[in-house]
C-alpha cells in the first residue's frame, strides 16, 4: 500500500525533473545563443582589427578601471555598512536596508538623472567638489559615481551576507583573548566573511563595467565600451557594433570566470 | 576572587535581574538552571560581551563593569568550541598570545606547556573542522588559558560531546582546575555535572538566583519549590567506590553498600533514578542486585504517581504509581523493600 503511494510519486518526480530540465533548457539557450552568436559572427581577424582601434582599446580599458576604481571605492564605504547591517539591530534598519537595493530596481536612465541633481555642476555636492578640483559631468569622476551608484548594492548585499555568516561568538572569544575591536574585524570577521566580499566585489566590478544608462547621462565623454557599442550601433549599425560588443563580452567573460575560479579555488562543489 | 552584585541583564523575553553573587580565588563554582534560564547571557556579561542594565562586577577588588572584554582577563569557553575554523589549532591557541606581541621564545614555551597539560600534541596542525568534539573541547580549553586569565568562565562545556568525552572532558576540567588553581565559573543544567565538579553551586531560574550552597545543602534542604524539583529529581549520594564480588563493584552509602558497574574507583558520586527502584512491601526474588530493606519517611501526592522517601539510612527517593501505592495499601512509617539493578547506579 504504502510502496505503492511511493512509486507513483517517483514517477510524478521523474516526469517534474524532465519538464523542469527542459524549460531550463530554454532559458539557458536563450541566455547562450546570442553571446555565442555575437562572439563567433566577428571573425578573428575582425576582433583583431577592431583591438587595434584605439578608440575600441580606450574604451574598453576606461570601463575596466573606472568600474574598478567604483569598487574599490563602495568597498571602503560599503563594506562598514555591510557589517553594520548584519550585526546590528537599530530603528529603521529595514528602511536602510530597502533602500540600499533601490538603485537595482529603479531605470539607470533615472538614476543618472539624480545623481545630476546631486553632482551636477550648479548643485550641491558638484558645487563641493568643483572646489577640489573635481568636476562629475563628462569626466572620469562621473563616470566612477554612476556606476558606484548602480552597482554598490550588489557588494553590499554579497558582503552583508558574509558576515552574518560568522559566528558573533568567534568574535567575542576573540574580545576574551585580547583583541580589540579592529584586531577582531581584521583577524577574525573580515577573513571568515572573505569568499562573499570578494564576491561581491566581483559582481560589482563586473556590473561597473555593463552599465550603462546612468553613465550616458553623466558623462557621454568620455566613452566607455559599453556607450562606444551604443555609439557604433547608431551611427554605423550593426555590422561596426558587433566586433566591439564582441571584445566587451570576451573581457568580461574573461575576467568574470578568472576571478570566481581564484575566489572559488579549493573548494569542493 | 569575583564579584557580582545586583546585576540585571535584559534577555528580550525576559530580565535575569538583582543576581548576587561571589567566587573565591581557585574556587570552582557552578550556576545551575534550565535551558533558557540566561545562564549564557549570564556568562557573557561577566565577560564584558553582554550589555548589562544595571549592578557592579568586581575582580580582586576591582570594579570591571564598565571595562572592555579585552581587558578584563576572563576567559570564555562555549558549548560547541567556537574555535577559528580558519586556523590551524596551532594558530587558535597562540591567537591571544601573538596579540600581546609576546617574543617567540615565549610563545612557543607556552605553547608546549598547554600541550602537555591537555595533551593534544598530534592536533596542532589540524584544522577545527577535523577534530572530534572532545578534541575540539581540549584545544578551546587550551586557548582560553594561553593568556592566563584570571577567571575561566565554561559555558556548558560537556553537553555537546557524546558519553565517552563527556567523562574524558570532566575529568581534564578537574585535573586542570587543581593544578592550575584558577577560579572557575561553569553553568550547566545536569546536577550531576555539578555535584562532580563544583565546590559551591548557584540555582538559577524563573530570572533570579533561587539558592546558593553545596551541593549537599542544595541537595537536602533546597529552599523552594523550584530547587526541589530540579535537584530532588534523582538521588544523588558519594562515597567510596571500590571492588565488589562478581565483576561488581560497590559504594558505601550511609550504613549500606549498592553495588554498581563502573570502572572508577575512589571517593565519587552516584545516582539513581526513582523510577528505577521497584518498591516492595515483601522482599522480591529477581537478579537484581541491590534490595534495601527501609521505612517510608515521606510521601508526595503527584497526582497519578507518588513519591516515596524511603530511609534506610541513607533516603531514597522512590517513585511508585497510584496504582501501585494504593494495591499495597502503603502508608508513612511502613516498612518497604527498594529493588534496583546495579547498572541502574551512576556512579560519576
Not at chain 1, 73 to 88: D, E, M, Q
Not at chain 2, 144 to 165: I, M
Request: overall charge neutral.
Amino acid at each position: 500500500m504504502s510502496h505503492g503511494v511511493l512509486s507513483v510519486r517517483r514517477v510524478s518526480a521523474n516526469k517534474m525533473t524532465i519538464t523542469f530540465a527542459l524549460l531550463a533548457l530554454v532559458i539557458m539557450l536563450f541566455v547562450f545563443l546570442p553571446l555565442a552568436k555575437t562572439i563567433f559572427s566577428s571573425s578573428p581577424t575582425m576582433l583583431f582589427d577592431s583591438l587595434l582601434d584605439d578608440k575600441v582599446r580606450g574604451a574598453i580599458w576606461l570601463s575596466l578601471y573606472t568600474a574598478l576604481l567604483a569598487t574599490v571605492v563602495g568597498a571602503i564605504f560599503g563594506i562598514p555598512l555591510a557589517y553594520i547591517l548584519a550585526r546590528f539591530d537599530f530603528p529603521g534598519k529595514r528602511t536602510v536596508e530597502g533602500l540600499i537595493d533601490v538603485p537595482i530596481v529603479i531605470p539607470h536612465t533615472a538614476a543618472g538623472i539624480a545623481l545630476l541633481f546631486v553632482f551636477g555642476r550648479n548643485f550641491l555636492a558638484g558645487k563641493a567638489f568643483n572646489l577640489i578640483g573635481i568636476n562629475f559631468v563628462d569626466s572620469v569622476a562621473g563616470i566612477v559615481i554612476a556606476m558606484l551608484f548602480v552597482s554598490i548594492p550588489f557588494l553590499i548585499d554579497s558582503a552583508k551576507e558574509g558576515f552574518k555568516a560568522v559566528d558573533v561568538r568567534l568574535e567575542k572569544v576573540s574580545r576574551t583573548l585580547g583583541a580589540s575591536p579592529w584586531q577582531t574585524f581584521f583577524r577574525i570577521s573580515l577573513p571568515l566573511a572573505w569568499r562573499s566580499i570578494l564576491a561581491g566585489n566581483v559582481m560589482m566590478w563586473a556590473r561597473g563595467i555593463s552599465e550603462f544608462g546612468a553613465v550616458m547621462i553623466l558623462a557621454y565623454h568620455p566613452m566607455v565600451a559599453s556607450i562606444l557599442v551604443a555609439d557604433r550601433f547608431e551611427e554605423y549599425g550593426l555590422d561596426y557594433a558587433r566586433p566591439v560588443a564582441a571584445l566587451l563580452i570576451l573581457v568580461c567573460l574573461v575576467i568574470f570566470i578568472g576571478l570566481r575560479a581564484f575566489a572559488y579555488r579549493g573548494e569542493k562543489t | 576572587m569575583i564579584e557580582v552584585k545586583n546585576l540585571s541583564v535584559d534577555l528580550g523575553d525576559f530580565l535575569l535581574k538583582d543576581i548576587t553573587f561571589d567566587v573565591k580565588q581557585g574556587e570552582y563554582y557552578i550556576i545551575l538552571g534550565p535551558t533558557g534560564a540566561g545562564k549564557t547571557v549570564l556568562l557573557e556579561s561577566i565577560a564584558g560581551l553582554h550589555p548589562i542594565r544595571k549592578g557592579e562586577i568586581w575582580l580582586n577588588g576591582k570594579e570591571i563593569t564598565n571595562l572592555e572584554p579585552e581587558r578584563r582577563g576572563i576567559g570564555v569557553v562555549y558549548q560547541d568550541y567556537v574555535l577559528f575554523p580558519h586556523l590551524s589549532v596551532k594558530e587558535n591557541i597562540v591567537f591571544g598570545l601573538r596579540l600581546k606581541g609576546q617574543p617567540k621564545r615565549e610563545i612557543e614555551a607556552t605553547l608546549n606547556w598547554l600541550v602537555e597539560l591537555l595533551n593534544i600534541p598530534h592536533l596542532l596542525q589540524r584544522k577545527p573542522g577535523t577534530l572530534s568534539g572532545g578534541e575540539s573541547q581540549k584545544v578551546a580549553l587550551a586557548r582560553a588559558l594561553s593568556v592566563k586569565p584570571a577567571v575561566l568562565l565554561l559555558d556548558e562545556p560537556l553537553s555537546a560531546l557524546d558519553p565517552g568525552a563527556r567523562e574524558d572532558i570532566q575529568h581534564e576540567l578537574r585535573r586542570i582546575h587543581n593544578r592550575l588553581n584558577i577560579t572557575a565559573i561553569q553553568v550547566t543544567h545536569d546536577f550531576e555535572e555539578a555535584v562532580a565538579l563544583g565546590h559551591r553551586i548557584a540555582v538559577i531560574g524563573e530570572g533570579r538566583i533561587m539558592q546558593i550552597g553545596t551541593s549537599e545543602q542544595i541537595f537536602r534542604q533546597p529552599n523552594s519549590e523550584f530547587v526541589a524539583r530540579f535537584a530532588m529529581s534523582r538521588n544523588i549520594f558519594s562515597g567510596e567506590v571500590r571492588d565488589g564480588d562478581e565483576e561488581c563493584a560497590v559504594i558505601n552509602i550511609g550504613d549500606v553498600e549498592v553495588a554498581a558497574v563502573t570502572d572508577l574507583r575512589g571517593e565519587l558520586h552516584a545516582s539513581l533514578r526513582p523510577e528505577d527502584i521497584l518498591i516492595s512491601t515483601e522482599p522480591l526474588k529477581s537478579s537484581a542486585r541491590n534490595c534495601l530493606h527501609g521505612v517510608i519517611s515521606r510521601i508526595d501526592d503527584r497526582g497519578s504517581t507518588l513519591l516515596l522517601t524511603v530511609t534506610v539510612p541513607p533516603e531514597f527517593i522512590c517513585l511508585v504509581t497510584r496504582h501501585s501505592f494504593e494495591e499495597m495499601g502503603l502508608t508513612e512509617w511502613k516498612e518497604v523493600y527498594m529493588t534496583f539493578k546495579a547498572s541502574a547506579v551512576h556512579i560519576f
